[in-house]
């Protein structure tokens, strides 16, 4: 079945620096390609997501690749804020089924 | 415009008493989706739901769970005999079409088994 593998775990980067979040999944008819942000006690909330016939999307500081080929996708922040500490998680399905596809999740922390 | 309401936010049962967690979708929204989610870990998908239909419950366990989502009314997912290991947070989301897309999640409810 289809399988979401989520790195790094934690992330612990500088106020202002960048994060990078990978995720690889397994499922080639994979289409669509969400991603979370998880605040402490809160439900998951969409922050951007990406459909398998574009390779880049952008939003403000936010950006996720898709290497279809490789099957990866990325979330990249840039100039970090503390209030972006959380846990992020990706996740993949195939458009038209029902069900999203969870990474593990990655705990990321900015120090200021 | 209110968001996917779950309740109760917390919830502490007995081994071998029932649980029943709810969940009102947004306005507008017939599609209601559980997820599962056991401490540092991710989302498990248990059951999608329309009106009156369960659409896909192959995350479900066999035994003890149920879901229904009813003509009227809030979703809910019921588990019966519950045990330790059933402590985790579940969390319900919606969505106005279905197909994976547009997800809204509610604030979950923890639920710990004493």
């Known amino acids: 079945g289809e399988n979401v593998e989520q790195h790094p775990s934690t992330l612990s980067v500088q106020e202002g620096d960048s994060a990078v979040i990978k995720c690889t999944y397994s499922?080639?008819?994979?289409?669509?390609f969400p991603w979370y942000k998880q605040e402490l006690g809160k439900g998951p909330q969409l922050i951007i997501d990406i459909r398998s016939n574009v390779g880049e999307k952008k939003d403000q500081r936010i950006a996720v690749t898709l290497n279809k080929t490789a099957k990866h996708f990325s979330l990249h922040i840039t100039e970090t804020q503390p209030e972006d500490s959380a846990v992020y998680f990706c996740a993949a399905s195939i458009l038209n089924t029902d069900k999203l596809i969870f990474g593990t999740g990655t705990r990321l922390q900015v120090f200021p | 415009n209110a968001g996917v309401m779950q309740n109760p936010r917390h919830l502490v049962r007995r081994r071998g008493q029932e649980a029943r967690l709810r969940c009102s979708p947004m306005?507008?929204?017939?599609?209601v989706y559980w997820y599962r989610q056991l401490p540092e870990e991710g989302l498990k998908f248990m059951v999608y739901?329309?009106?009156?239909?369960?659409?896909?419950e192959s995350g479900m366990p066999k035994e003890r769970f149920s879901a229904e989502f009813p003509k009227e009314g809030p979703s809910i997912l019921r588990i019966q005999q519950v045990v330790r290991g059933d402590s985790a947070a579940y969390f319900c989301?919606?969505?106005?079409?279905?197909?994976?897309?547009?997800?809204?999640f509610g604030s979950g409810t923890r639920l710990t088994v004493v």
């Open positions: 306005k507008g929204h017939s599609h």
């Open positions: 499922d080639s008819a994979s289409n669509y």
């Open positions: 739901l329309q009106k009156e239909n369960i659409i896909d």
């Open positions: 989301a919606s969505s106005p079409v279905g197909q994976g897309q547009g997800y809204t």
